[in-house]
């Protein structure tokens, strides 16, 4: 008992890339800048869908959302991954681990329902443009965000609490980034097939299903836009819905690889750097994408920063 007990009592080695120091302080100015980043690109998406009127959609509202997830879920990670590479010891805290591993878990999982709430927005924009405005209402926008941020909600509390009551029998290196449910998994000293599966549902649940609805709503797109008969008409369709497309590969695409394989198989860094990327990198992408890739975003930040620099002028 007292050696099962350690962990909680001493907290977790954080090990992250501890064993290759010039890698980790290459990594330390890459992550802060990219959080630095992050931050400025989702809080100017936030404020832009909130001032702009023409901005005032079921698109943008759900963009807004996404951007704050985005901000959430990286500052679960970040400020502790930089100050715990800045330190000699690697020590965290079992509060803040166990704190950490259910943020995380929530935001990520209300992520990737919010994705497969945009793909159905982007359907009802191509699919249904007549009806667009009487589908979309502002009530079922909000039960859609609502349902993305409760059942993310819910699968953390739901698989975190599991994980948290399996014994570690006082191993406290945690060879990883951050505090991770298939990371604490590999780290128990008893038999975790009931975790493993349950984990597996549970990425059933919030990836395979959400990215099924997501091939599912493309696949409409896909067959209204080629029964449009002028080009431009259907790059200006592709165009509404090509932001999106490529932030669910990016963000599916490592987030799968991570939880869709057995808990013991991956390589030393191959986890590392694929938790960074879904952690760090994704966050910052979306910004970038939706505001290189979208005219409305891109007048509205330069309408925004005129009107600014005119009232700085006048004062």
């Known amino acids: 008992m007292e050696e099962s007990n350690n962990s909680s009592e001493k907290g977790f080695l954080l090990l ?27 809080t100017a998406i936030i404020l832009v869908s909130c001032l702009a009127p023409k901005l005032h959609t079921p698109m943008y509202f759900f963009l807004s959302n996404l951007s704050c997830v985005d901000i959430c879920f990286t500052t679960s990670v970040a400020p502790q991954l930089l100050v715990t590479m800045n330190k000699k010891e690697k020590n965290m805290s079992y509060g803040g ?3 950490q591993l259910y943020v995380a878990m929530g935001l990520g999982s209300s992520e990737c329902i919010l994705l497969a709430v945009m793909a159905y927005d982007r359907y009802a924009a191509v699919c249904r443009p007549l009806q667009y405005t009487t589908i979309m209402h502002p009530q079922l926008c909000a039960s859609l ?7 993310g909600l819910i699968t953390s509390l739901i698989q975190c609490s ?11 290196k945690l060879d990883h980034i951050f505090c991770e449910v298939p990371v604490l998994i590999k780290l128990a000293c008893v038999n975790t097939t009931f975790n493993e599966i ?38 200006k369709a592709l165009g509404t819905c090509s932001s999106h497309l490529i932030v669910v590969i990016i963000f599916y695409g490592t987030i799968i690889f991570m939880y869709l394989q057995p808990a013991k198989s991956s390589s030393k860094n191959q986890g ?16 970038i994408i939706y505001t290189l890739r979208n005219k409305d975003v891109k007048g509205a930040l330069r309408t925004l920063l005129m009107r600014n620099v005119l009232v700085s002028e006048n004062i």
Not at 17 to 37: A, G, K, N, T
Not at 145 to 151: D, G, P, Q, T
Not at 272 to 287: D, E
């Open 272 to 287: 590392k750097f694929v938790s960074l990327f879904y952690t760090i990198v994704t966050p910052l992408l979306n910004p």
């Open 97 to 99: 681990c166990v704190a």
């Open 145 to 151: 965000a609502s349902v993305a941020w409760l059942s």
């Open 198 to 235: 349950e984990l597996f549902v549970a990425s059933v649940i919030f990836l395979i299903v959400p990215v099924s609805l997501i091939l599912v709503s493309y696949g409409f797109i896909t067959k209204a836009v080629l029964r449009i008969k002028s080009a431009k008409g259907r790059w």
């Open 16 to 42: 992250g890339f501890s064993d290759e120091p010039q890698l980790e302080r290459i990594l330390f100015v890459i992550i802060l800048l990219f959080y630095i980043l992050n931050i400025l690109g989702n």
């Open 162 to 172: 599991l994980t948290v009551q399996l014994p570690l029998c006082g191993h406290r």
